[in-house]
């Protein structure tokens, strides 16, 4: 499912007409171009790979939750790989913001900016630009199409986006929407994300720990509503939670849904949560910790009451930065 998702993210990007643009930035249309989130904001930041370090993910894993201690953990093959794909998902929406911080606004208002009309380079048919509103400390934008040789009520937004400052620099809380589904109606075309209904994000960036959520909503139910949390603490720290649903994690006739969340500090070593939403052993909860290397020290069952855990948990980093 994860992989499904991620392979139909939006590559397209917002391609004004640069060359017709020139002049100067203001101290306040920094201001409103600050209101903008940065890759930097969002984007989930990986560990290191180091060598040895090559976990396929738990989808891989032949034997459910048989784990020896010294190798590979698959979970932190999970978190590398659902972190590239959130990544991805960031920059897709990211990349519609880019071209504006390029060049100076066409229209100036007290308290709007807006960017264009242009021609729609890439779309035929179709007028572009960008609009940004600002009341107080919050501001809105819109990336806006209409039909060529349509009036001011022709608008339509295609991309929305939030945000509230706080004190500092990009420090807030704040939001961007993909409308995949009223560009379709709009007849605009939107072929890489045919496969979904709308992309959001939500963010706070005002404390640590940092929250961003990614949410991917299907068109037609083609797969459940997928939702991406990641936080970061102060030290580099991180942290991803996410739902693994339909993995045969336990022999049995019922197929687990899991709720997974993984930590890791900068030097790679890390420890996954996983929990057991439904299935044959619902309500179980598996732990474990890796080194560096990826290595699995430690590791607990809840279910197992025999050999509930192995290894030193004393192995395990200290994320009680990220509790609560």
Known sequence: ?????????????????????????????????????????????????????AGGGLATRTSGLVVRLGETSELMGDTEETGRAFNAGVDALLSLLEDIRSLPPTTREPDRRVWGPFRAQNHAGFDVRFVMTREVMRFDYQLEYRKTG???????????????????????????????????????????VTVLRRLDIHYQTKALPTRVELTFTPKDGAFPVSRY?????????????????????????????????TRWAPDGRGMAVLDVLSGDIRGARY???????????????????FNPT??????CPDFSALDG
């Open 1 to 53: 499912m994860k992989e499904h998702v991620m392979r139909h993210l939006p590559v397209a990007c917002l391609c004004l007409a640069l060359a017709a643009c020139g002049g100067d930035f203001s101290n306040d249309d920094l201001e409103f171009l600050n209101a903008l989130p940065r890759r930097e904001d969002l984007a989930a930041k990986l560990p290191q790979k180091g060598q040895g370090r």
């Open 310 to 315: 192995e290894g030193e948990r004393a192995t």
């Open 229 to 261: 949390t990641y936080r970061e603490a102060q030290g580099g720290l991180g942290e991803m939670h996410f739902l693994m649903p339909g993995q045969d994690l336990v022999p049995g006739g019922l197929l687990e849904d899991l709720g997974l969340t």
């Open 150 to 192: 349509g009036g001011d009520a022709a608008w339509w937004a295609f991309l929305s986006g939030t945000f509230e400052a706080d004190a500092g620099i990009r420090k807030g809380v704040g939001s961007l929407h993909l409308d995949v589904e009223r560009s379709e109606r709009e007849g605009l075309p939107a072929t890489d």
């Open 287 to 305: 732990t474990e910790c890796w080194n560096a290397q990826g290595r699995v020290t430690f590791t607990a069952r809840s279910w197992d009451f």
